[in-house]
């Protein structure tokens, strides 16, 4: 990347269709394979029950850290783009998927349109994304919530993570991401 305007992102991976670590995986390589993000650090995956829609298959989730030259909204595309090359087929809201990538914080950013939320609204409901989130970034501060995340983790919320499944090492090997 060169001296362009660069944002952290956090970025929530999630499936629960076939090879879910594979899926996760190739994800982690496409993100990686662009030349407009860097992974600054990846969570272990966590197996985890399915939130919305109750009588599916458990999730692997995770967490990365990325920093990017992509504003907001090109990043959105090019992570449904992602989505789009490893299949990922339109079903119900909270059904089954085989890929799930969402951007759960954007620098600092309090944004809202028809197309992209941020912060992600349903994170301090989501251990399944607090859990890893607070592996990789303890000191990181909600902005809108204005505590940190490994706080939120703390409160009384239904618990979805039921183990960790997977090392980071297991994808920084795969694909010689940082950290």
């Known amino acids: 990347m060169d001296e362009k305007k660069k944002h952290i992102s956090y970025i929530g991976l999630g ?6 670590f594979s899926y996760l995986q190739k994800a982690v390589e496409f993100i990686e394979q662009s030349s407009l993000c860097r992974i600054v650090k990846i969570s272990s ?9 109750k009588d599916q298959g458990n999730f692997l989730n995770g967490v990365l850290a990325i920093e990017t030259e992509f504003e907001l909204h090109p990043l959105l595309d090019f992570l449904k783009g992602i989505e789009q090359q490893l299949g990922r ?3 119900e809201k909270w059904d089954c998927r085989e890929i799930d990538l969402d ?4 620098d600092n ?5 028809e197309r992209v939320t ?15 989130l607070c592996e990789i970034a303890p000191g990181f501060f909600h902005p809108k919530l204005q505590k940190s ?11 979805y993570v039921i183990n960790i499944f997977s090392s980071p090492n297991s994808l920084k090997e795969t694909y010689g991401v940082a950290k």
């Open 109 to 113: 950013l309090v944004f809202s349109d």
């Open 89 to 91: 087929r339109k079903r």
């Open 149 to 159: 995340i490994c706080d939120i983790v703390l409160q009384e919320n239904e618990q």
């Open 118 to 132: 941020v912060p992600h609204p349903y994170i301090a409901e989501r251990d399944f994304v607090l859990v890893p």
């Open 45 to 53: 995956v966590y197996e985890t029950k399915p939130y919305g829609i």
């Open 15 to 20: 499936s629960n269709l076939d090879d879910r």
């Open 103 to 106: 951007i759960l914080f954007y």
